[in-house]
């Protein structure tokens, strides 16, 4: 794969949680942006590589989420 990085060394949640307190906090919408991390971080499996959330990843678990129902 040249010239394409491969991020397993950083975790989803940690990346979600960085973003979060550095780049959110600085948008005009930070406000909903923040909700929506915050909800991510709580209802969806976070706790993996960066290189392990891909296409496929997010559209199950939207597909899971559209069939549940999230406080």
Request: charged fraction near 25%; glycine fraction near 6%; proline fraction near 0%.
């Amino acid at each position: 794969m040249k010239g394409k990085k491969i991020y397993t060394h950083i975790v989803f949640k940690h990346a979600l949680e960085k973003y979060k307190n550095t780049v959110s906090i600085t948008k005009k919408g930070s406000d909903a942006e923040i909700t929506t991390i915050n909800f991510f971080l709580k209802n969806m499996k976070v706790n993996l590589s960066l290189s392990a959330i891909d296409k496929m990843y997010l559209v199950e678990w939207r597909e899971q989420r559209l069939g549940g129902v999230f406080a």
